[in-house]
């Protein structure tokens, strides 16, 4: 190569030497790599929080309306006290309406109440299991505890109960997430979240308790 040729390659040379140490831009791209992945930590963690939020606004209400249930006529107002539980729960959870379907749609919410004599019977009724199959079959026995003459995973009966009774009042609600970052995951773009409490109805008049018999197939 002559002479003039290799001048003319001189500045090519020193212009990449330059390109390589040059790290003007690099910040730009670096945030365009982090931002996203900084974005769904931020939205995840609001996510959370909310979530947790709206769980102690149902616990609270819950308890509330579960203490408000127990006392006397609080059997006859149920409709009432729940509607002060989604009132605030709605504060967070906008446009909440009753549905206990199994598969919740968003913006609904669900209660129910199941009463029992005593708390020892919050458990399916107990069989006599000879065979050892946890099932009540052939000819085995089982303690009838609500005295419907069938055997039952639970024995409550619907509703708040009555004097001494042990009600089990559960609330559900479901809302639609806050962020889209939950579809990002293959997550649900729903949240459901549940508050469960177990209180003894106030003596207000004499328990009836159902006499618990035994039942042999």
């Known amino acids: ?41 931020i939205m995840g963690l609001g996510e959370l929080m909310y979530q947790e939020y709206v769980q102690v606004i149902l616990n609270g209400s819950v308890q509330k309306a579960a203490r408000d249930s127990a006392i006397q006529g609080g059997a006859q107002n149920t409709v009432a006290i729940d509607a002060k539980v989604i009132a605030m729960v709605g504060s967070i959870a906008k446009d909440l309406v009753p549905s206990c379907a199994s598969d919740p749609a968003p913006a609904t919410w669900c209660s129910t109440r199941k009463s029992y004599s005593q708390f020892g019977n919050i458990k399916a009724e107990y069989i006599y299991n000879d065979n050892g199959n946890g099932i009540a079959d052939g000819k085995e026995c089982f303690d009838d505890v609500n005295n419907n003459k069938s055997w039952d995973a639970d024995p409550g009966a619907t509703g708040q109960g009555g004097a001494n009774d042990v009600t089990l009042y559960t609330m559900s609600v479901t809302y639609p997430r806050l962020f889209p970052v939950a579809r990002l995951v293959g997550m649900s773009a729903k949240q459901t979240l549940t508050s469960t409490t177990i209180l003894k109805n106030q003596p207000y008049a004499n328990q009836s308790v159902p006499t618990v018999t035994k039942i042999c197939l």
């Open 1 to 41: 190569m002559s002479k003039a040729g290799r001048l003319r390659r001189l500045p090519q040379r020193h212009a990449l030497r330059g390109l390589r140490h040059d790290v003007r831009g690099v910040t730009a791209i670096e945030f365009a790599i982090v931002a996203p992945v900084m974005m769904i930590l």
